[in-house]
Every structure is written in structure tokens, then in C-alpha cells.
């Protein structure tokens, strides 16, 4: 069995970037390969990953800066293994999440996806139940006991309909994104607009009820700090018009509706709404996307 090519794009904390690496270093399956990409400048986290004496832990220094989706295309450019995650520097793995993905990828060879479960946390460290998360669990996400597999224009419309995927745990088969990058004109959805062009591409997803993951919900966040801006909208809305053409064209009129649609998206904008008035700052994207044309 192949090796988890685990890429972490660093930028920003180092004890939460610390807390992420030791997670990894913790797993109860020793297949894996950490690849930590430095796009900060901070002189003390080289100096710590010096005292790592593990040769499946790696440091790379990017020697300029180059953003986030530029560093998430350098994480994707030293892929080298067959299985790759990306998780963020906030993050944490629990001990069983390479046995789980492998345990996936054992059973089901032709994957290209592959969710764990997840379980949510604060900026503290606390499981948290935020509405965002109780709809992707309540409502977007398939319900299942065990395992489901989707691939095809179903896996379109479900992502579509809402994201109810956790993608800092997703781990993927490399073969599945030969060829594709993030795409740099995109800042909060670049997950998203991944995701779908693997589906296009005829990928299989196989998401598994063991919780392996710990996701860090926080007010820090580029998606968290955008959403309350607005722009993140501006950019929801350009990205969900132009994968309803895609649809349409690939001959997945469903997935074009849905799209179209972008329910969720609307919806979310509406929540985000009574900060905006308050603050008297990104009102006019938020009301153009959650009232606007499908």
C-alpha cells in the first residue's frame, strides 16, 4: 500500500502549525510522508523543524512569498506518492486518519475522494456546533451508516447543492488531479471549484462515518474574514454561473440547475447579512447574491 503524501502549506500560527505536525507524527499507521511548505517568514520555524528527527518529515522554504492559492499549487507540485492530503496549519489529525483513508483505499481501489469523518473544533480546541456545520451534516450531506459511494452528475448536484465536504481532510488519489491546479483568480472557493472539475472528470468519492479529522472553525480564517466582507459572494456568484455553463454543456442539466440555483450559497449570504448592516460594510454583495438572477 502506497504512502499518504501529507502537504501542509504554512502560514500565520506556529504553535497551531506545531499542534498540526504533531498530530501527524502521532499516527498509528506509519504510512505516510509529511511536506511542510513555509510561505512565512518567521526565523523560529525552520529552527524548530531542525530538532525533528524523523526523515518522514519534511520542511520546504518558499524564497519568496506566494500566497495562498500559490502555495497550495507548490503543495500540489510535490505530490509524489499515490495517496495526497492537504491540511491546513490549524488543524489536527487524529491517530487513525492514514489507517482510515488507506482502509478506504484498500477496499475501494478506483476512489479518487475519499472523505473521514470529521469533527468540528473552535479556536480553542473545542468541539463546536456551528449552524454552517450542523447544515452540511443535517442537511447536505448523504446519509449513511458506514460508507456511500457517489461519483458522476449525483456527486455534481450534492456538492453543488451544498459543500458538505471538509476538504483540509479529504485525502485524494494523485491520479485523479494529473494535470489541474488551483486556480490562482479564485481566493476562498478554490476547494469547490477543485472538487468539481475532478467530478467531471469521472472521479469517485467514498466518504466513511469514522471520525479521523478535527477541523479548526474560526473567526480567523480568509473564508471567515471574506463572508463577512462580501467579497466572498462576488466571487460565489461568478464561480456558480460559470460551473452552471460547464454542467450544461457536459450534458448534466441538473447539476446546471442546481448551480445555477446556488441555494445554498443565497443562504448563507442571508446569515451573514445583519453583520454587514451593522458594520455598514459588504451589504450590497451580500444582497446581490442572495436575492439576485438563478
Known amino acids: 500500500m502506497a504512502d499518504v503524501d501529507i502537504m501542509m502549506p504554512f502560514y500565520g500560527d506556529v504553535p497551531m502549525m506545531q499542534a ?6 502521532a499516527q498509528d499507521d506509519p504510512r505516510w510522508r509529511l511536506t511542510v511548505v513555509d510561505d512565512d517568514s518567521n526565523p523560529a520555524v525552520p ?23 500559490g502555495n497550495f499549487n507548490r503543495c500540489l507540485e510535490l505530490v509524489e506518492h499515490e495517496l495526497w492530503t492537504l491540511i491546513g496549519c490549524d488543524d489536527l489529525m487524529l491517530p487513525n486518519y492514514v489507517g482510515t483513508v488507506q482502509g478506504v483505499y ?24 456551528t449552524l454552517v456545520d450542523e447544515a452540511k451534516r443535517r442537511i447536505y450531506a448523504p446519509k449513511f451508516d458506514r460508507r456511500v459511494a457517489l461519483t458522476g452528475e449525483a456527486l455534481a448536484v450534492s456538492l453543488l447543492r451544498g459543500d458538505w465536504l471538509y476538504f483540509p481532510s479529504i485525502c485524494w488519489r494523485t491520479e485523479v488531479v494529473k494535470g489541474l491546479r488551483f486556480r490562482p483568480e479564485l481566493k476562498v472557493i478554490q476547494d469547490l471549484a477543485l472538487l468539481i472539475e475532478v467530478v467531471q472528470r469521472g472521479a469517485k468519492l467514498v466518504a ?6 478535527e ?28 460551473v452552471a455553463d460547464r454542467m450544461a454543456a457536459h450534458g448534466w442539466h441538473r447539476a446546471a440547475r442546481v448551480a445555477r440555483l446556488h441555494l445554498s450559497s443565497r443562504i448563507f449570504a442571508l446569515t451573514k447579512l ?21
Do not use: C
Open 20 to 25: 498540526a505536525v504533531r498530530s501527524v507524527m
Open 47 to 69: 529552527e524548530w523543524f531542525a530538532t525533528i528527527d524523523d526523515e518522514r518529515v519534511r520542511y520546504v522554504k518558499n524564497p519568496e512569498n506566494l500566497g495562498l492559492t
Open 106 to 129: 484498500a477496499d475501494h481501489p478506483d476512489v479518487g475522494i475519499i472523505q473521514p469523518g470529521v469533527r468540528v473544533i473552535d479556536g480553542d480546541g473545542n468541539e463546536s456546533k
Open 208 to 213: 466513511d462515518r469514522t471520525v479521523a479529522f
Open 215 to 242: 477541523y479548526r472553525r474560526h473567526d480567523a480564517s480568509e473564508s471567515s474574514a471574506t463572508a463577512f466582507d462580501g467579497s466572498r459572494f462576488t466571487e460565489a456568484g461568478e464561480f456558480f454561473n460559470d
Open 274 to 294: 445583519p453583520q454587514a448592516v451593522k458594520a455598514r460594510n459588504g451589504v450590497q454583495p451580500l444582497v446581490r447574491h442572495a436575492f439576485g438572477r438563478a
